[in-house]
Nanobody
Framework: VQLQASGGGLVQAGGSLRLSCAAS????????MGWFRQAPGKGREFVAGISWSRFGTTYADSVKDRFTISKDNSKGTVYLQMNNLKPEDTSVYYC?????????????????WGQGTQVTVSS
């Protein structure tokens, strides 16, 4: 399985960005994808996750009501719409995939990772 993330960039506080992550290769019809982020000098932090079956979506408290995760089944692509961005959202954002269909908040539950895309929010 290969994951290709895109959509990062530089934005002012209060602005918006949309990240995309396309999965390719052999995947089952039921899996979960998630977004994590890692700021310099900090550990990797869960942002949002989505199930390709019945388990829905889940968010970190820090992004709830500002970020929305969604998916396009036909394209095997997950999106992260980020609104009202804050300087503390500045990080490298990674997408990840796990074959169980329930999304997890723990990075060690994900077997496949994309390359990361930089998001920088200026004040």
């Amino acid at each position: 399985v290969q994951l290709q993330a895109s959509g990062g960039g530089l934005v002012q506080a209060g602005g918006s960005l949309r990240l995309s992550c396309a999965a390719s290769g052999r995947t089952s019809s039921s899996y979960a994808m998630g977004w994590f982020r890692q700021a310099p000098g900090k550990g990797r932090e869960f942002v949002a996750g989505i199930s390709w079956s019945r388990f829905g979506t889940t968010y970190a408290d820090s992004v709830k009501d500002r970020f929305t995760i969604s998916k396009d089944n036909s394209k095997g692509t997950v999106y992260l719409q980020m609104n009202n961005l804050k300087p503390e959202d500045t990080s490298v954002y990674y997408c990840a995939l796990r074959l169980p269909s329930r999304p997890s908040h723990w990075d060690y539950d994900y077997a496949y990772w994309g390359q990361g895309t930089q998001v920088t929010v200026s004040s």
